[in-house]
């Protein structure tokens, strides 16, 4: 009895990467790439009507953001794996990808050969991780537990970062601004450090977040 191929959806907000993905996976005779798509919006419709195995999933998208993409996917339709492929690889974004249920986690200096098997070990319900990520996890479920940020605490730190007051990360977030100051309290000491500045130093040396 033949075995059915891997049903591929690619997601990425350039047309370019998009069909380079494309033209490679065709090459495997195990893969079918059923569908495409440029937003993370787009990307939970496609996922609706086609119900893909895996989809490769980029992070940084307008609009709907790949993690968001893929909470909302596993949400909707668990039996699906999402691999994202990204260029950014802090520890902000990987957290937030397997705080949303991603798979694996690749960066897209990835081969051809490491792609198309970690392709097939998220589709067999493994996970996959580019050496350096799994470096980076590794070294966070060793290191200081004191100095692991929650994810709320890095979407409020990245807000800092950014240059907005409490008020407007607490609109952002919808947070009173007490909440938000207790939330910067508890980054400070975590991070060993006392303002906000130092906080955001002290986060992108890091990699817990990022600029831009």
Known sequence: MTTPPIRILVVDDHPVVRDG????????????????????????????????????????????????????????????????LTTYDTNADITAAVDAGAAGYLLKDTGREELCTAVRAVARGEA?????????????????????????????????????????IGRAL?????TVKTHLLHIYTKLGVADRTSAVTAALERGIIRIG
């Open 128 to 168: 996959a991780l580019s050496p350096s990520v799994a470096a980076k996890v590794l070294a966070h479920m060793r290191g200081d537990r004191g100095a692991s940020l929650s994810g709320r605490e890095v979407e409020v730190l990245s807000a800092v970062s950014r240059g907005q007051s409490n008020k407007q």
């Open 174 to 178: 919808r947070l009173s601004e007490a």
């Open 21 to 84: 993905l494309t033209a490679l996976l065709a090459t495997q005779p195990d893969f079918s790439v059923v569908g495409e798509a440029g937003t993370g919006a787009e990307a939970l419709r496609q996922t609706a009507v086609l119900r893909p195995d895996v989809v490769i999933m980029d992070l940084q998208m307008p609009g709907i953001g790949g993690a968001a993409a893929t909470a909302a996917i596993r949400t909707a339709h668990p039996e699906v794996r999402v691999l994202v």
